[in-house]
């Protein structure tokens, strides 16, 4: 299979272009999730949340993706851990702040009694898994 590197240097994107010939001519078809932001080396949101997904696996959980459609501002994942321990996680780049709508939803599940991180860093992944289940992670 032929991948070719597309580079938008104005949006400051990269992603992979799979095979089909008329991908490159539809960038409607390119995914979302494909698209890895680049900021001056800093650690990026999808890597954050690949870390994520893999720290919570290794204690024996589950972060699912969320998504809700008709229902804006989920958070990114929804983490289920051993012992019944439910939370969410909304991933961030280093310096984003939340959109408003994910403020009120953050808001709303907190009033509702969950937690909810929002995590910009890769040293704030073993200090969620230290809050939800204890415990001496580095």
Known sequence: MNVYSFINKSKN???????????LHRPSLLRKS??????????????IEQKLTKAIKEK????????SPGFNGVPDRLILLPGGKIAFAEIKSDGEKLRPWQARRKKQLESLGFNVYVLREEKQISQLLSKLIGGDDK
């Open 13 to 23: 994107y990269v992603t992979r272009i799979g095979s089909f010939k008329n991908k």
């Open 34 to 47: 494909r698209f890895i932001r680049l900021k001056g080396g800093k650690m990026q949101e999808k890597l």
């Open 60 to 67: 024996g959980g589950i972060a699912f993706k969320f998504i």
